[in-house]
T-cell receptor
Framework: DTGVSQNPRHKITKRGQNVTFRCDPI?????LYWYRQTLGQGPEFLTY????????KSRLLSDRFSAERPKGSFSTLEIQRTEQGDSAMYLC???????????FGQGTRLTVV | GENVEQHPSTLSVQEGDSAVIKCTYS??????FPWYKQELGKRPQLIID?????GEKKDQRIAVTLNKTAKHFSLHITETQPEDSAVYFC???????????FGGGTRLMVKP
């Protein structure tokens, strides 16, 4: 499968625990994006990388959230001290630089209990 | 920042009828407008996109129109089929970063 891959697909965690998600983009795509989607809403931008550099972060990304893309390939999104309000689908997308199609992964559904 | 509004939030049509979904955007710097289809539990998939130097684009039963002056764009689906039933999202982006700002989505139901 040469598409965007996200792991795990589902994660259930207790409030206060830390969680980490992984995204493997399409190999030649230098831009990688994280979005959050809650039920019945459109995806909301969280942050993006150009190669290994994190170039922008949304106001939605509180200091409990951190993202990395250490070698400009896969990326991780960590949420510390999870809260029930963090329950959502976390989507990763990748694209080549420029206004070209963004390809989405299948997402990681996080449930905080 | 950019704000994208999408209407209607739900749309029910008979098979074979046309469906139209409308979006407005606020940032005049936006120059790329994709439409995504998302089936239940699946990833958003691009169905058509349009750039700001074009007023209309068509791909078989799907067309998108863009009015830059009024800052709105629309998705038109003709001869709808039950498999068109899904949630459709419009989005907008600029050259700076190309991150997408999505509308709230339209749940399209095509009744056989």
């Amino acid at each position: 499968d040469t598409g965007v891959s996200q792991n795990p697909r589902h994660k259930i965690t207790k409030r206060g625990q830390n969680v980490t998600f992984r995204c493997d983009p399409i190999s030649e795509h230098n831009r990688l994006y994280w979005y959050r989607q809650t039920l019945g809403q459109g995806p909301e931008f969280l942050t993006y990388f150009q190669n290994e550099a994190q170039l922008e972060k949304s106001r939605l990304l509180s200091d409990r959230f951190s993202a990395e893309r250490p070698k400009g390939s896969f990326s991780t999104l960590e949420i510390q001290r999870t809260e029930q309000g963090d329950s959502a689908m976390y989507l990763c997308a990748s694209r080549r630089q420029g206004n070209t199609e963004a390809f989405f992964g299948q997402g990681t559904r996080l449930t905080v209990v | 920042g950019e704000n994208v509004e999408q209407h209607p939030s739900t749309l029910s049509v008979q098979e074979g009828d046309s469906a139209v979904i409308k979006c407005t955007y606020s940032d005049s710097a936006s120059n790329y407008f994709p439409w995504y289809k998302q089936e239940l539990g699946k990833r958003p998939q691009l169905i058509i996109d349009i750039r700001s130097n074009v007023g209309e684009k068509k791909d078989q039963r799907i067309a998108v129109t863009l009015n830059k002056t009024a800052k709105h764009f629309s998705l038109h689906i003709t001869e709808t089929q039950p498999e068109d039933s899904a949630v459709y999202f419009c989005a907008a982006s600029t050259d700076a970063g190309n991150m997408l700002t999505f509308g709230g989505g339209t749940r399209l139901m095509v009744k056989p």
